[in-house]
């Protein structure tokens, strides 16, 4: 297992995400513990050390069977990471209780690592509100030792992240970003991974193979792969292109089966991070993915000043790749609940006065059209 330094610490540069623990005929809900609890095992055995839980994930059941297959362990040998739910808005006046309640699931007397949980569009206002006291609380567990070391992981924009550090960043003692050769553009991911640079923050990497999207490719993309490196299997293509990021300290992997595992136990066995040339034709091969199933917005901003409605078109484009390269999800969603329903994409009148200035010649309103019948169903 290859180590990265954290201030005082040895961390697993593989660290187990327990987001998609092995379950029960297929219920998310009903985890399969004796299959969890083989593969903490397991991944002790060969030298993970970091393990990261939160209050939803599995329904509420993950930081009760991590935990508890943790329980077996000296305290001192793992390092237990958990966050505060402001993905859910109706959380934000209960952090207290969370917390302890937390604790408590987990069976431990402090958690290692401690997070602002997904700070997006949607909650960041709130995250920012003195009021709810989200902040000073756990600044106080901090000092009191409940929480060794603060952070915060972050779904969204730039801009919002900046502005979470423009209040907070000061104590952020590390981030975790969603990051992956192909987000490195798609989702600007680059510019994050700067942006953190400057405020000397470590990365933790969630989606390191973007929801599993980047585990296998088209045969064409995997055959050029092989011929730079034959021994390497295609997943680990995503992991050596994180070993090429100097900031990256964790890498979390949402691993559901014994198999996923050992796999990855594997390609950490040792650093082999890609060359000039190789990170060059990984991200050709990832601009030719999006270019199939994406948008070519290049976000001029000429068609806003078209729009008689005054939508955002290319923030609510940028969206509708996401969602249809993600064929679903949370991200757009989430996104949208940040702005008025007015500027949604359903608010298109198919005017296409956009359409006429667009230099990609986008058919913009068939987009905005098809935006809105997926968002609803």
């Known amino acids: 297992m290859i180590y990265n330094?954290?201030?005082?610490?040895?961390?697993?540069?593989?660290?187990?995400?327990?987001?998609?623990?092995?379950?029960?005929?297929?219920?998310?809900?009903?985890?399969?513990?004796?299959?969890?609890?083989?593969?903490?095992?397991?991944?002790?055995?060969?030298?993970?050390?970091?393990?990261?839980?939160?209050?939803?994930?599995?329904?509420?059941?993950?930081?009760?069977?991590?935990?508890?297959?943790?329980?077996?362990?000296?305290?001192?040998?793992?390092?237990?990471?958990?966050?505060?739910?402001?993905?859910?808005?109706?959380?934000?006046?209960?952090?207290?209780?969370?917390?302890?309640?937390?604790?408590?699931?987990?069976?431990?007397?402090?958690?290692?690592?401690?997070l602002f949980h997904n700070v997006c569009e949607m909650n960041i206002d709130a995250y920012l509100d003195p009021k709810y006291g989200i902040y000073?609380?756990?600044?106080?567990?901090?000092?009191?030792?409940?929480?060794?070391h603060l952070g915060f992981s972050a779904h969204g924009s730039l801009d919002v992240i900046k502005r979470f550090l423009a209040a907070y960043g000061k104590d952020m003692e590390f981030c975790q970003i969603q990051l992956n050769y192909l987000d490195w553009r798609f989702q600007d991911a680059k510019a994050k991974v700067e942006l953190l640079a400057e405020h000397n923050i470590p990365i933790w990497v969630m989606e390191p193979l973007r929801g599993g999207k980047l585990a296998s490719l088209a045969p064409t993309y995997e055959a050029t792969l092989k011929e730079m490196r034959p021994e390497e299997e295609i997943p680990a293509w995503a992991f050596r292109f994180l070993q090429s990021i100097p900031s990256v300290t964790v890498t979390l992997s949402g691993m559901s089966d014994m198999e996923q595992l050992q796999a990855n136990l594997r390609t950490y066995e040792e650093d082999k991070p890609l060359s000039a040339?190789?990170?060059?034709?990984?991200?050709?091969i990832t601009d030719e993915m999006l270019g199939k199933k994406t948008l070519p917005c290049t976000a001029c901003h000429y068609c806003t000043s078209h729009c008689p409605k005054g939508l955002d078109i290319p923030a609510l484009l940028a969206l509708y790749n996401e969602h249809c390269f993600a064929e679903g999800g949370f991200i757009a969603p989430m996104a949208l609940m940040a702005i008025p329903k007015e500027k949604w994409p359903s608010a298109c009148i198919g005017c296409r006065s956009c359409e006429a200035v667009c230099p990609q010649q986008i058919k913009i309103s068939e987009a905005m059209a098809d935006f809105a019948q997926k968002l609803n169903g």
């Open 5 to 114: 330094t954290f201030q005082d610490m040895k961390l697993s540069a593989l660290g187990m995400g327990t987001m998609r623990l092995p379950v029960v005929d297929g219920n998310d809900a009903h985890i399969d513990e004796k299959a969890a609890e083989a593969m903490v095992a397991y991944a002790m055995e060969h030298g993970v050390n970091y393990y990261d839980t939160a209050w939803g994930y599995h329904d509420g059941n993950s930081e009760l069977v991590v935990g508890k297959a943790l329980s077996s362990y000296p305290r001192e040998s793992y390092y237990l990471a958990t966050k505060f739910p402001g993905y859910d808005l109706a959380n934000m006046d209960r952090v207290e209780s969370i917390f302890e309640k937390q604790l408590e699931k987990c069976g431990v007397s402090y958690f290692d690592f401690y």
């Open 277 to 284: 040339q190789e990170m060059k034709t990984l991200l050709a």
């Open 136 to 148: 000073d609380y756990l600044m106080q567990q901090k000092k009191a030792g409940r929480i060794r």
